[in-house]
């Protein structure tokens, strides 16, 4: 049973195009996150979701809008999309901030391509 | 700003030649530092947190220790299966509330 599962795997798309990656988590955390991985295995945190509330947001363009329906699902909605947009995003899931041995469980990756 | 920089890049072993990876950090103030482990094609996986300087943790061949502005995963008689990028990230006590800050990892690569 996946413990953070995220939806879809492969995601590729044209230049302008507005799409979505879904995410869930069934440890009973507080808090979701997103990373974005570049093509340098760089992890930069985008969001991150404390009980529904946005608690941190990057320097992340504003067409990226997260979604948090309830504390066990954060969606990733990005408008427009660019060639820059191409990436690995993971979704990933703690107990409160700062709280919590554990760290983070991380998803297995979006990889989203824009053509 | 919080840093974490990950040394060497990439590292090259033979099974069972050992070795250590660094961590070098700087924090306001340290809440925890994590060792990840990431597979090809795959999320990071936890390994370790540490909390204070004078730590240290062990998982089979794997063993984190840290200091007040390092850490270092010691690898002792790696096996092939031990091949991954090995991640280490901070937990800023200051204002990040909680965000895990990332170095950009240390590519293992262990040959029979």
């Known amino acids: 049973d996946t413990a953070v599962s995220q939806t879809p795997k492969y995601l590729v798309t044209q230049m302008g195009n507005d799409k979505s990656i879904k995410c869930e988590q069934n440890l009973g955390h507080d808090t979701m996150y997103w990373y974005k991985q570049d093509s340098k295995k760089f992890l930069k945190i985008m969001f991150s979701?404390?009980?529904?509330?946005?608690?941190i947001n990057e320097t992340v363009p504003n067409r990226f809008s997260p979604k948090s329906p309830d504390k066990a699902h954060l969606n990733l909605h990005i408008n427009s999309l660019e060639l820059g947009d191409s990436a690995v995003y993971f979704c990933a899931s703690s107990q409160m901030p700062g709280t919590g041995g554990g760290g983070y469980t991380f998803g297995s990756g979006t990889r989203l391509t824009v053509v | 700003e919080d840093q974490v920089t990950q040394s060497p890049e990439a590292l090259r072993l033979q099974e069972g030649e050992s070795s250590s990876l660094n961590c070098s950090y700087t924090?306001?103030?340290?809440?925890?530092l994590f060792w990840y482990r990431q597979d090809p094609g795959k999320g990071p996986e936890f390994l370790f947190t540490?909390?204070?300087a004078g730590e240290e943790k062990e998982k089979e061949r794997l063993k984190a220790t840290l200091t007040k502005k390092e850490s270092f995963l010691h690898i002792t008689a790696p096996k092939p299966e031990d091949s991954a990028t090995y991640l280490c990230a901070v937990q800023d006590g200051g204002g990040s509330q909680g965000n895990l800050i990332f170095g950009k990892g240390t590519k293992l690569s262990v040959k029979p």
């Open positions: 979701y404390n009980n529904k509330e946005l608690i």
């Open positions: 540490l909390y204070s």
């Open positions: 924090v306001s103030g340290l809440r925890g």
